[in-house]
């Protein structure tokens, strides 16, 4: 029976069934437990593109041991001499790859000749192995080169070593201890999510054939092209330059992709919503009838941020207590051209809403695009019931994906705004100045820290008492934070004197001290986002160390892999960013339910056990009453849009009518919605 010529190149293709067995290794890890629970979705995308970048690599590399190994450029290898090479290019790795263990976590130029030399090996030992046995196997029983011949024998191999490796991790996890056993590594889904999850598998392992096949082209391209150019047979070197332009898409397509998303959600984030069109009316918040700084300049976050403040009388009715309006400053990116002059705004506008009138400033660094947690706001105007004042000094306005490269400009402005506040503070009588602390969750964490790691300043605490500021609290430090990193790595060089204190929930820390502020960091176990970084391509994480040592919640029984860790690393960092209106759980990156006693614990704030039970139903109540505000306005102005649309297809005039008694952002309904709601909130 004639095989068609494409089918016999490709199932003949050592690289090609090297990939096969490399992306078979790869697979089982790829189903290993990360930090957080995958959706069936997420198992099936991340299996596909683990599967894929090892079969592209693994192909790759092949293609060059091949050509290395051709007698002379532009001829193929013997089997011989591609054996011969194979089994000195495995020596060769593994030798190196032992010599560098023991400081592959030392730098990233250390990890990465490491993570290469091992992936070389195994290549080497791959591609040698299926040459031997293809080479014995055909000349024993005659038959030519064929997808029964070639491929299909290596993907049995494939599955045995498969399976190996799930029994591999099996025997770990009986080893080390399975720790929370009761959080998988899949969750389980209903029937339509498990079929999209099936849809996506085989999509990936058909695109990833399709790609195999079309390196097999495409090498059939480039060889013709050298012949031509060289006058002889291409050879190993057509192979090589195939299988590494394939790379090319891959890493390209991956970016586009990924700027398209961020560009997605900027555009997204650049509204003006439904629930907050009006500017506000209370004389303590920007953007309002005292305020400098205009409405349009503060974003959407900003807008949020200061039409959700609570006033003295929403306070007094949880605390039972007497209460004052707290002040909400907002400098907004758009305000000021520069870094300077924002900084500048912030302290004048501080000074006309009354902030300096109020007994603590908290100076709260927002994430990329200007968002400050309204729990943790609220949070802390109960707790010092109104007697503060919160700023938020705007760096960016774009997500914080995209405001990465900005935090140095966000790091000098919390600095230039601390400076202003402490300079206004020392004309004032001592018995009036009030307290200055930080505040800073995700993104708006990294740059309130890194205030004390900047150029020019005393690396750590000490600089903070330099600024005037005597406490601070840090929800979910980003694992970029460069005085995070420096204080992990040289803990009593850093903080000598112990002043930072670092808790995966508040309660671990010693109680509040009326009045005392402390440096508190607030980071779960299983916050992906402290524990990703970019060098796990190729460069094991400190938390993925031996298993005995690892950090509670990090499973014992999963490996490192290069680039496999990467992506179950990413899936977790989307998955940890997950939350529910009204809804607080100690999970991922989701620090609610670690505000109030957080703000407690940093700053000194003292509450009743009572008063601590009406703040946390509060909190809930007013996040979900929000959250269902937000939804029903935006539901009506699309109604309201359409009915207009409407009208103008009719070819009537343009709609005018008076809508005021169906605002859901109306005065009259916000109560009531709020109340409705709130009733079922979850308790504290």
Same mark, same amino acid.
């Given at each position: 029976?004639?095989?068609?010529?494409?089918?016999?190149?490709?199932?003949?293709?050592?690289?090609?069934?090297?990939?096969?067995?490399?992306a078979?290794?790869?697979?089982?890890?790829? &189903?290993?437990?990360?930090?957080?629970?995958?959706?069936?979705?997420?198992?099936?995308?991340?299996?596909?593109?683990?599967?894929?970048?090892?079969?592209?690599?693994?192909?790759?590399?092949?293609?060059a041991?091949?050509?290395?190994a051709?007698?002379?450029? #532009?001829?193929?290898?013997?089997?011989?001499?591609?054996?011969?090479?194979s089994?000195?290019?495995?020596?060769?790795?593994?030798?190196?790859?032992r010599?560098?263990?023991?400081?592959?976590?030392?730098?990233?130029?250390t990890?990465?000749?490491?993570?290469?030399?091992?992936?070389?090996?195994?290549t080497?030992?791959?591609?040698?192995?299926?040459?031997?046995?293809?080479?014995?196997?055909?000349?024993?029983t005659?038959?030519?080169?064929?997808?029964?011949?070639?491929?299909?024998?290596?993907?049995?191999?494939?599955?045995?070593v498969?399976?190996?490796?799930?029994?591999?991790?099996?025997?770990?996890?009986?080893?080390?201890?399975?720790?929370?056993?009761?959080?998988p590594?899949?969750?389980?889904?209903?029937?339509?999510?498990l079929?999209?999850?099936?849809?996506?598998?085989?999509?990936?392992?058909?695109?990833?054939?399709?790609?195999?096949?079309?390196?097999?082209a495409?090498?059939?391209?480039?060889?013709?092209?050298?012949?031509?150019?060289?006058?002889?047979?291409? #050879?190993?070197?057509?192979?090589?330059?195939a299988?590494?332009?394939?790379?090319?898409?891959?890493?390209?397509g991956?970016?586009?992709a990924?700027?398209?998303?961020?560009?997605?959600?900027?555009?997204?984030?650049?509204?003006?919503?439904?629930a907050?069109?009006?500017?506000?009316?209370?004389?303590?918040?920007?953007?309002?009838?005292?305020?400098?700084?205009?409405?349009?300049?503060?974003?959407?976050?900003?807008?949020?941020f200061?039409?959700?403040a609570?006033?003295?009388?929403?306070?007094?009715?949880?605390?039972?207590?007497?209460?004052?309006d707290?002040?909400?400053v907002?400098? #907004?990116?758009?305000?000021?051209p520069?870094?300077?002059e924002r900084?500048?705004?912030?302290?004048?506008?501080?000074?006309?809403l009354?902030? &300096?009138?109020?007994?603590?400033?908290?100076?709260?660094?927002?994430?990329?695009?200007?968002?400050?947690?309204?729990?943790?706001?609220?949070?802390?105007?109960?707790?010092?019931?109104?007697?503060?004042?919160?700023?938020?000094?705007?760096?960016?306005?774009?997500?914080?994906?995209?405001?990465?490269?900005?935090t140095?400009?966000?790091?000098?402005?919390?600095?230039?705004?601390?400076?202003?506040?402490?300079?206004?503070?020392?004309?004032?009588?001592?018995?009036?100045?009030?307290?200055?602390?930080?505040?800073?969750?995700?993104?708006?964490?990294?740059?309130?820290?890194?205030?004390?790691?900047?150029p020019?300043?005393?690396?750590?605490?000490?600089?903070?008492?330099?600024? #005037?500021?005597?406490?601070?609290?840090?929800l979910?430090?980003? &694992?970029?934070?460069?005085?995070?990193?420096?204080?992990?790595?040289?803990?009593?060089?850093?903080?000598?004197?112990?002043?930072?204190?670092?808790?995966?929930?508040p309660?671990?820390?010693?109680?509040?001290?009326?009045?005392?502020?402390?440096?508190?960091?607030?980071v779960?176990?299983?916050?992906?986002?402290?524990?990703?970084?970019?060098?796990?391509?190729?460069?094991?994480?400190?938390?993925?160390?031996?298993?005995?040592?690892?950090?509670?919640?990090?499973?014992?029984?999963t490996?490192?892999?290069?680039?496999?860790?990467?992506?179950?690393?990413v899936?977790?960092?989307?998955?940890?960013m997950?939350?529910?209106?009204g809804?607080?759980?100690?999970?991922?990156?989701?620090?609610?339910?670690?505000?109030?006693?957080?703000?407690?614990v940093?700053?000194?704030l003292?509450?009743?056990?009572?008063?601590?039970?009406?703040?946390?139903?509060?909190l809930?109540?007013?996040?979900?009453?929000?959250?269902?505000?937000?939804l029903?306005?935006?539901?009506?102005?699309?109604?309201?849009?359409?009915?207009?649309?409407?009208?103008?297809?009719?070819?009537?005039?343009?709609?005018?009518?008076?809508?005021?008694?169906?605002?859901?952002?109306?005065?009259?309904?916000?109560?009531?919605?709020?109340?409705?709601?709130g009733?079922?909130?979850?308790?504290?």
């Amino acid at each position: 029976m004639r095989r068609p010529q494409w089918i016999t190149r490709w199932a003949a293709d050592v690289g090609a069934q090297a990939g096969v067995l490399s992306a078979a290794w790869a697979v089982p890890a790829s &189903f290993g437990r990360g930090l957080l629970p995958r959706s069936a979705i997420d198992q099936a995308v991340a299996t596909g593109v683990v599967a894929t970048v090892n079969y592209e690599l693994t192909t790759a590399t092949w293609a060059a041991l091949e050509a290395a190994a051709a007698l002379w450029p #532009g001829r193929r290898p013997t089997p011989r001499a591609t054996m011969i090479a194979s089994g000195l290019t495995y020596a060769g790795g593994m030798l190196a790859a032992r010599a560098l263990e023991p400081y592959a976590d030392s730098s990233l130029a250390t990890a990465t000749v490491h993570t290469s030399a091992r992936r070389l090996a195994y290549t080497a030992l791959a591609g040698g192995s299926i040459t031997a046995a293809q080479t014995a196997l055909h000349r024993v029983t005659g038959l030519r080169p064929g997808l029964d011949t070639t491929l299909l024998p290596t993907m049995a191999m494939g599955a045995g070593v498969a399976t190996a490796a799930l029994v591999n991790r099996g025997s770990r996890a009986r080893r080390y201890g399975l720790v929370d056993p009761d959080r998988p590594a899949v969750r389980s889904g209903g029937a339509g999510t498990l079929a999209k999850a099936g849809v996506l598998g085989v999509g990936a392992a058909v695109g990833m054939s399709a790609i195999a096949v079309a390196e097999q082209a495409v090498a059939g391209l480039i060889e013709k092209g050298l012949a031509r150019v060289l006058g002889e047979d291409a #050879g190993a070197a057509g192979g090589f330059l195939a299988h590494s332009a394939t790379l090319a898409p891959i890493v390209v397509g991956s970016a586009v992709a990924l700027r398209r998303v961020t560009a997605g959600i900027e555009k997204r984030d650049d509204i003006v919503e439904p629930a907050y069109q009006r500017p506000p009316t209370s004389v303590h918040v920007s953007a309002g009838p005292s305020s400098m700084v205009p409405f349009d300049s503060i974003g959407k976050e900003g807008r949020r941020f200061v039409l959700m403040a609570l006033e003295a009388g929403d306070i007094e009715k949880v605390m039972g207590e007497p209460a004052v309006d707290p002040v909400r400053v907002v400098a #907004g990116f758009d305000a000021a051209p520069t870094v300077e002059e924002r900084a500048q705004l912030a302290v004048r506008e501080l000074e006309a809403l009354g902030g &300096f009138e109020r007994g603590l400033i908290c100076v709260a660094a927002p994430t990329g695009v200007g968002y400050c947690n309204y729990v943790v706001a609220e949070a802390l105007e109960y707790l010092t019931r109104g007697d503060c004042a919160i700023v938020v000094p705007q760096y960016a306005l774009v997500p914080s994906a995209l405001a990465l490269p900005e935090t140095m400009a966000g790091v000098r402005l919390t600095r230039l705004v601390l400076e202003g506040i402490r300079r206004r503070v020392e004309t004032m009588p001592e018995a009036d100045r009030p307290r200055v602390v930080l505040l800073g969750e995700s993104l708006g964490a990294n740059v309130a820290l890194d205030v004390a790691a900047g150029p020019g300043t005393v690396v750590g605490p000490r600089e903070f008492d330099h600024l #005037g500021v005597s406490g601070g609290l840090y929800l979910g430090v980003p &694992f970029r934070t460069e005085l995070w990193k420096r204080w992990r790595e040289y803990p009593d060089a850093i903080d000598p004197d112990h002043r930072l204190i670092l808790v995966s929930q508040p309660d671990e820390a010693d109680p509040p001290v009326p009045g005392v502020g402390r440096h508190l960091l607030v980071v779960h176990h299983d916050d992906p986002v402290n524990k990703f970084a970019y060098t796990m391509v190729v460069e094991r994480p400190w938390w993925l160390g031996p298993p005995a040592s690892r950090p509670p919640m990090v499973p014992r029984e999963t490996r490192f892999r290069s680039i496999t860790s990467f992506v179950l690393a990413v899936v977790d960092l989307k998955n940890g960013m997950q939350s529910r209106p009204g809804t607080f759980v100690r999970r991922g990156h989701d620090y609610r339910i670690d505000a109030r006693l957080g703000l407690q614990v940093a700053y000194g704030l003292l509450a009743s056990p009572e008063q601590v039970d009406r703040i946390e139903s509060a909190l809930r109540s007013r996040e979900s009453a929000w959250a269902a505000r937000r939804l029903v306005s935006r539901k009506y102005d699309e109604a309201r849009r359409a009915i207009a649309a409407a009208f103008e297809q009719w070819g009537g005039q343009a709609l005018d009518i008076d809508v005021a008694d169906l605002d859901p952002t109306a005065q009259e309904i916000k109560v009531p919605l709020a109340s409705r709601l709130g009733s079922s909130a979850p308790g504290a």
